[in-house]
Structure formats: structure tokens, C-alpha cells
């Protein structure tokens, strides 16, 4: 395969800090000629304080994360303390190698054939950071007061950030919902829950952010990107795999503000099949099999880094315990009106001044596949009968997370007059408690006893992974 390595240098300027927004550029330099784009943020109110340069050079500095393979030096020209430099350069050497396997050798459906990586091509010296990273080092001190109780739900409309809202609020927490609007037509699945919730909740905040504007203007610069892909609805991103951070960073001005100390990310269960069965490394590349960013290994390693860099903050996701069959269950049956506000769409748009589902993207058909499965009223998310009989003719094309969820998808649909063979597995619709994707710790100790008696209520049983890898029934009691 050819080198990734384009750039010379890729620069981000150290972000210009007013009232109520920020705002950078992206500088990629090759062979003396250099092209920008600007990144803004821009917020409902003001975000002065001590700390706001700080959270404008992170927040500015995460896009940069996803392109240590392809420059050969990555320059901020902004200081940063030094647990916040330990932060870019562990993520930038983590990130280089996720995005090799993932993007070039596992799922390189968008990349051009002279970069495609074969089993011979994933080698460290191939998958790990190209880049040399540099930037400025202070010694300021942060001083982040934090409220125990008090959590940001980092919301979209979609079904896992809607129960982690209900769920939250139901167990007593102050919940503060952040929505990003995206600019691009991300902000079309979130706009119908923002609007409701901006009429029913007064601690709703809005940022916006043009950072789908830089990740495009990155992947039309990069020379190894398929940009003519024939017959594809739904086109990912294939460069950037690292985004929730910026989510949290971006929102740190307004959790200072109102003294925030927990911030809720909406992850739900993960088989950890691929892990337990050491289908992590190829050759010398040991890599995580999942998106790392949206892993409870993750949440641990933010919660861990801002307490060691004073920020007294608790990332972690409440609702890991059930797949994404069992949220889409609990959020309607037991939390209807915020049901009636979910978008789950890859190609969400208006029609009669109401956003609408496709129909027909992986995001519809999972989301409609789970709903007739458990008899739930879909026409109140926008779906119709037109909608169903497409999915009848086209549920082969389903993809789910895991294996055992789409058999048991299939086998519930089967019911409902699907012609689709499945089979029953009830852990599905339990609740799940493993080390590696759900362990009793991801929940703070003070809030395990509230969130999952409200999960179990929909829920079949509660079993644990056992050491030979089977699932064993266990009493509620023994969890909490």
C-alpha cells in the first residue's frame, strides 16, 4: 500500500476567545502551499471566565486527533497544561492505530484501492502515529467546581440520549441536556427533541459548531478518500473515528457555569465477544475491537484524566447495561412522551414544516425492525405502512451490533409476520453485567441503587458474564 503521510504540517491556531463563541483555523500545509478552514463554536450566552482559553485550545485542538497517520507534524499553536499535552499525544498514538485497522484494513469501503491495507500491511510501523506532535506547555493551574449531582446528558434526538434523560432525571439526578448542533444535517435528528425540550426543560443549552464543515473540507484535501462511491445511501465519514470528546470538551464552559461534576454519554451494551475472544491484534498491532471513543474504556480513562488534570469530573453512560433492542423498548414503554421526540435517521428532512425519517437508512430499519418486534406504535416517530412493507422486502440487509441481537430481532419479527428465521436469546432483553462492556462500576456507587431498578423494570432478568464466557441469572440485590 502507498504512504498516508501527505501533509507536512497540519496547524491549528490558537483559538480567538470573545463573549459567547470561539473560533480557529486548519492549516494544512504541503509543499510550501498551505489551505485553511475556520472551526467555530458558538453559544446561547456568555462563556467568559478564567477557564475559557483553556476549553477553547482542547475543544479546538480534538478534530486534529483523527489525522496523526497522514502529516508529519501536528503543530498547536496554543498552549496546553501538561496532563492536557499527555491527553493529545496518548490520543493521537491510540487513535492512529484504531483509524489503520478500522478505516484502511477492516472496512476500507470508501477508501482508494492504492491505500487499502492487507493483513501483510498491518504493522506497527504502518498503523502507528506519523505525525510529530508539538505544542506549547503551561503550568496554570484549573480550578473546576464541581456538583455531585449535578449531570450534562450530551443529547441528540436519538433513542439512547432521550432514556438516558428520563432515565436520569427519574433517579433524582439535576440533569442538564446539552444538544450540538452539527450546521450540517446531523443538527435534522436533533431539532424536533431540542425544541421540545428548549419549551419544557430551562436548563436545555444549545452549541453550535461548524465541525461537520471541517471534517468535510479534511476529507476532500486528503488524497486517499473515494469520493465517487456509486449505489451507497449512507457514506461515513472514513477519517475522522474520534468525536465524543469533542462533545465534552465543547460543553465544558457551560459546566463550569452551573458547577457540573458528571457528564453522561448515551453508549448502550457492546458484545464483548471479539475482546474475550482476543480478536484484538493482527500481527504486532494490538487494537480495540469497537469505536474506542464510545467504550467503556473510554469513559474510564476520561473520568480518570480529569481528576488527575483538577477538573473533579465523572464521565460514564448509564444505560450500557442494555442493547439497543432493550432501549428502544424501555424509552417507549416507559418514558412515551420522550419517545414521541426521538429521530433516529441517517437522512432525516422536512415535510410540512416537521422533521421526518427515510425510511430506509441502517438507522430506520433498525429502529423500525425493533419497534414491530415489540409492538410499539411507530407511526408516533414518523414511520408509516409504506415504510414496513419496504422493510419486509429489504430485513436482509439489517445489521446490528452483534449477532445475537439481530437472530433475536429476526426471531421477534418472525412473530409479527416477518419471513425472516431467527432465534430467541432472552439475554438480549436482559440486563448485562461484564468487566469489559458493563461492569456495576460504570455507575457511580451513589447512583447504582435508583438507575438500575428503573432498567430492570422492562427487562427479563439481570445475568452476569461468567469466566467460561456464558451468561449466569443473577438477583438484582447482588448488583446494587
Known sequence: ????????????????????????????????????????????????????????????????????????????????????????????????????????????????????????????????????????????????????????????????????????????????????????????????AYRSFKQTDAKTKRIWSNIDRLYAFMVRNSPVVENNIRGIK?????????????????????????????????????????????????????????????SQAFDRYMTEWFESAGYNIKQWAPIRSITGYQVQKTLAMDYPELFKLQTSCHHAYFKNGKIQPCGTCQKCMRILAFCIANQLDYSLIGYTAANVTWLQSNIHRLVLAGDQELEHTFHQLSQQGFTVKGQPHDHIEQLHFDAHSSDVSNVPSQW??????????????IVQLTEDHQWQSVDIRQIV
Open 1 to 192: 500500500m502507498e504512504s498516508l503521510v501527505y501533509f507536512d504540517k497540519i496547524i491549528v491556531e490558537k483559538p480567538k476567545v470573545s463573549k459567547d463563541c470561539f473560533y480557529t483555523n486548519y492549516i494544512l500545509v504541503r509543499k510550501g502551499k498551505s489551505i485553511a478552514c475556520e472551526l467555530r463554536h458558538k453559544y446561547e450566552e456568555s462563556i467568559e471566565g478564567d477557564n475559557t482559553q483553556r476549553y477553547a485550545n482542547l475543544t479546538s485542538g480534538i478534530p486534529a486527533i483523527n489525522h496523526g497517520l497522514f502529516a508529519k507534524e501536528i503543530c498547536f499553536e496554543f498552549d496546553l497544561g501538561p496532563k492536557e499535552y499527555n491527553f493529545f499525544d496518548e490520543m493521537l498514538k491510540k487513535m492512529s492505530i484504531e483509524i489503520f485497522v478500522s478505516r484502511f484494513y477492516q472496512d476500507p469501503l470508501f477508501i482508494k484501492p492504492a491505500f487499502i491495507a492487507k493483513q501483510a500491511d498491518v504493522i506497527l510501523s504502518n498503523a502507528a502515529c506519523q505525525a510529530k506532535f508539538t505544542a506549547g506547555i503551561s503550568h496554570d493551574i484549573v480550578n473546576y467546581p464541581a456538583d455531585s449531582d449535578k449531570i450534562v446528558v450530551l443529547s441528540s434526538g436519538g433513542k439512547e440520549s432521550l432514556l438516558c434523560y428520563g432515565l436520569l432525571n427519574k433517579a433524582g439526578m439535576d440533569v442538564y441536556p446539552i444538544y450540538i448542533n452539527e450546521s450540517g444535517g446531523h443538527w435534522r435528528t436533533a431539532l424536533t
Open 234 to 294: 449512507s457514506i461515513t465519514d472514513p477519517l475522522h473515528f474520534f468525536t465524543f470528546a469533542h462533545y465534552v470538551f465543547a460543553s465544558l464552559p457551560l459546566m463550569e457555569k452551573s458547577r457540573i461534576g458528571h457528564v453522561c454519554v448515551g453508549n448502550e451494551y457492546v458484545e464483548p465477544t471479539k475482546i474475550l475472544t482476543e480478536r484484538h491484534k493482527i500481527n504486532d498491532v494490538e487494537f480495540f475491537p469497537g469505536v474506542y471513543d464510545q
Open 448 to 461: 447504582r441503587s435508583k438507575i438500575y431498578p428503573l432498567l430492570f423494570k422492562k427487562a427479563k432478568g
